[in-house]
């Protein structure tokens, strides 16, 4: 769909299965996780004000609103890419976000990518020690 709320707490939201691309421009209520599945992109222009754990498995999430990862944590796993798109994450209030990279990305274009010609304003990039760095982030 393309707009409306989305609450879900306390049940996670798997999409994308089919390979098709969605995009989403309403908003999500209470905490929730979603998990996009298939080759397909969705475009995520949420006006997200609560906390959302999105977990990548395969294809490309662009975030396409100021909000849209204001209060969320990502998970990245080895297809998966998350395009900032310009947009800067865990802008919320007393929001730490946590974005784990798991691989390097749909089609090799890296795990973490900023299609945008404006940069985001701030990002920080935290390094853990378990496991092992993906081979692209960029």
Known sequence: G???????SNFPLT????NSSTTFAGSFGGSLALIKNGTGTFTNGATNLNTVLF????GVMILNHANAG??????I??????????????????????????????NGQGALINSSARSPTSFQLL???????PTRVK
């Open 2 to 8: 393309t707009g409306g709320q989305v609450n879900l």
């Open 15 to 18: 999409f994308g299965g089919d």
């Open 55 to 58: 977990t990548i498995n395969n």
């Open 70 to 75: 204001a209060y969320s944590n990502f998970t």
């Open 77 to 106: 796993g080895a297809n998966g890419t998350l395009d900032l798109n310009g947009k800067t994450i865990g802008t919320g209030t007393g929001i730490n976000t946590t974005v784990h990279i798991q691989g390097s990305g749909y």
């Open 127 to 133: 390094v853990g020690a378990a496991g092992s760095l």
